[in-house]
């Protein structure tokens, strides 16, 4: 078993959705990282947070500690929004999950 | 601003032969570094990392290894590259001593293909 799963694995939605990826961890962890890796690979950190909810722009992170629970939304998604979601989590490592595929339709 | 660039973006090499890709980091100094692997449909997984020059720690087993000649400046290497090298390898740094809460800063990737 993973230290770190998500769902959905794979995720279409039409352009305007509210999209929500699902993060459970199962170890003690400092933070919690989302990350978007697009089609060509590159990497970019979107959120790092301890507690609580953050936001930047249409996306919104939460975690909660007590449930070893994390979530991603995105609101009113756009095709832009596409690509594969990375729930890592910190603790003496960096534990990764296996991502989530997400695709915006038009 | 700090920036991480990784090269060669994408290598097909034949089974056999040698392997060497290069990460630099720039605005910074004494970052922790990072080698992962990507397998298709698994998640990231950790090669090796460094927290500082000619340290390095080793997480798997295999055919490949990691040298950090200066500060800000990490290489993977294999002497011999196998058909199960293939891959999508990342370079990654984050802040020395707070590594555990620190956000990591991943570089462009580089696509193996070995045939």
């Known amino acids: 078993k993973n230290e770190v799963e998500q769902s959905p694995q794979n995720l279409t939605a039409q352009e305007g959705e509210f999209i929500t990826i699902n993060c459970s961890y199962s170890v003690g962890i400092s933070a919690l990282h989302w990350l978007q890796q697009h089609p060509g690979g590159g990497i970019v950190s979107l959120f790092m947070?301890?507690?609580g909810k953050k936001k930047h722009g249409r996306l919104i992170a939460t975690i909660n500690i007590q449930e070893k629970h994390s979530s991603l939304h995105i609101t009113a998604s756009h095709p832009r929004d596409s690509a594969v979601y990375i729930c890592?989590?910190?603790?003496?490592?960096?534990?990764f999950g296996t991502g989530t595929s997400l695709t915006v339709i038009p | 601003s700090q920036t991480i660039h990784q090269w060669p973006a994408t290598l097909v090499q034949p089974v056999g032969s040698p392997l060497s890709l290069e990460c630099t980091v720039e605005?910074?100094?004494?970052?922790?570094l990072y080698w992962y692997r990507q397998a298709a449909g698994r998640g990231l997984q950790l090669l090796f990392y460094?927290?500082?020059?000619?340290?390095i720690s080793s997480e798997v087993p295999q055919n490949l290894s990691a040298s950090r000649p200066q500060d800000r400046q990490f290489i993977l290497s294999s002497k011999k590259l196998l058909l199960s090298d293939s891959g999508f390898y990342l370079c990654?740094?984050?802040?020395?001593?707070?590594?555990?809460?620190?956000?990591?800063?991943f570089g462009e990737g580089s696509r193996l293909t070995v045939l």
């Open positions: 460094s927290v500082g020059i000619g340290q």
């Open positions: 947070l301890s507690s």
């Open positions: 890592a989590a910190t603790g003496n490592q960096f534990y």
């Open positions: 990654a740094w984050s802040r020395s001593g707070t590594s555990e809460a620190g956000e990591l800063f």
């Open positions: 605005g910074t100094s004494n970052p922790n």
